[in-house]
């Protein structure tokens, strides 16, 4: 059974950090890209970053959130991160991962996804 789980959300303000852990268990977790997607209130999913199989050597990140935001993995503890710097309240979403590098295509979703955990940016 897959399953993630996602967490290290919360409140924080304009200009702040907040690192994001989800935890996968269900299937090998080293041959699968893993992505982050957010779903702002109101608004459609939005794909944030993936990072590669492996080793994790190679990323993509969505242009709303380079250089502030940095995706990772520790294959040895099932588990893929989000650091998130320099927060905006634009930020504010649902962060959710997935086990696929496209997890939305189209309006369409795509591969396992976990629960959620909430992400607000507000002063």
């Known amino acids: 059974q897959v399953q993630l789980v996602e967490s290290g959300g919360g409140l924080v303000q304009p200009g702040g950090s907040l690192r994001l852990s989800c935890a996968a268990s269900?299937?090998?977790?080293?041959?699968?890209?893993m992505s982050w997607v957010r779903q702002a209130p109101g608004k459609g999913f939005e794909w944030v970053s993936t990072?590669?199989?492996?080793?994790?050597?190679?990323?993509t990140i969505a242009d709303s959130v380079k250089g502030r935001f940095t995706i990772s993995r520790d294959n040895a503890k099932n588990t893929v991160y989000l650091q998130m710097n320099s927060l905006k309240p634009e930020d504010t979403a649902v962060y959710y991962c997935a086990n696929t590098a496209t997890p939305v295509i189209d309006g369409k979703t795509f591969g396992s996804w976990g629960q959620g955990t909430q992400v607000t940016v507000s002063s």
């Open positions: 990072i590669n199989n492996g080793g994790g050597s190679r990323t």
């Open positions: 269900g299937f090998t977790f080293d041959y699968y890209a």
